[in-house]
């Protein structure tokens, strides 16, 4: 994504503490997958998933698979 600055994100996710209780699901993985969904028109998160897991390839476009 270089749409967005990585430095000002990590900014802005530290002052807000957005990782605070985040394991393995983080800020940055959120925003990719929520700027995904907007980028393609998705409604709903059983649209979103079924879209995901229709994309071979998404480690090239930076968004890590979760289960």
């Given at each position: 994504?270089?749409?967005?600055?990585?430095?000002?994100?990590?900014?802005?996710?530290?002052?807000?503490?957005g990782?605070?209780?985040?394991?393995?699901?983080?800020?940055?993985?959120?925003?990719?997958?929520?700027?995904?969904?907007?980028?393609?028109?998705?409604?709903?998160?059983?649209?979103?998933?079924?879209?995901?897991?229709?994309?071979?390839?998404?480690?090239?476009?930076?968004?890590?698979?979760?289960?």
């Amino acid at each position: 994504m270089s749409l967005i600055n990585e430095y000002e994100f990590k900014k802005c996710v530290y002052r807000y503490k957005g990782d605070w209780h985040a394991i393995k699901f983080n800020c940055r993985d959120q925003f990719m997958v929520m700027s995904f969904a907007q980028f393609t028109d998705r409604a709903g998160l059983r649209d979103i998933e079924t879209t995901l897991n229709l994309c071979g390839d998404l480690y090239r476009s930076g968004i890590k698979n979760i289960n």
